[in-house]
């Protein structure tokens, strides 16, 4: 299973970008899809999560600013970022907890990072 990423770059504050993922390979079902970021010296930390039922969690500090968006059909997954700040600035990382199999377990993915750079 592979996740790509793609959607980063630099943007002023206030600015918006769209992230974007796309899982590929032996996929069963998805369970659990979203976005992870890492600021340099951070942990990596949640940003927004959307489950094969369609719920949703999103970091406090991103509550308002930022949508998630999946499609199923597609196994795709998308972050929509309003209101960047300064402190949107890391390195976002797609994830998936994908089953290979109708028996198999569920593993984690991550995709490679994507930098977004909020700055003016």
């Known amino acids: 299973v592979q996740l790509q990423a793609s959607g980063g770059g630099l943007v002023q504050p206030g600015g918006s970008l769209t992230l974007a993922c796309a899982a590929s390979?032996?996929?069963?079902?998805?369970?659990?899809m979203g976005w992870y970021r890492q600021a340099p010296g951070e942990q990596r930390e949640l940003v927004a999560l959307?489950?094969?039922?369609?719920?949703?969690r999103y970091a406090n500090s991103v509550k308002g600013r930022f949508t998630i968006s999946r499609d199923n059909a597609k196994n795709t997954v998308d972050l929509q970022m309003n209101s960047l700040k300064l402190e949107d600035t890391a390195a976002y990382y797609c994830?998936?907890?994908?089953?290979?199999?109708?028996?198999?377990?569920?593993?984690?993915?991550w995709g490679q990072g994507t930098l977004v750079t909020v700055s003016s």
């Open positions: 994830y998936a907890v994908v089953r290979t199999s109708a028996w198999g377990p569920n593993s984690r993915y």
């Open positions: 390979g032996s996929i069963f079902n998805i369970n659990d």
């Open positions: 959307t489950s094969s039922d369609g719920s949703t």
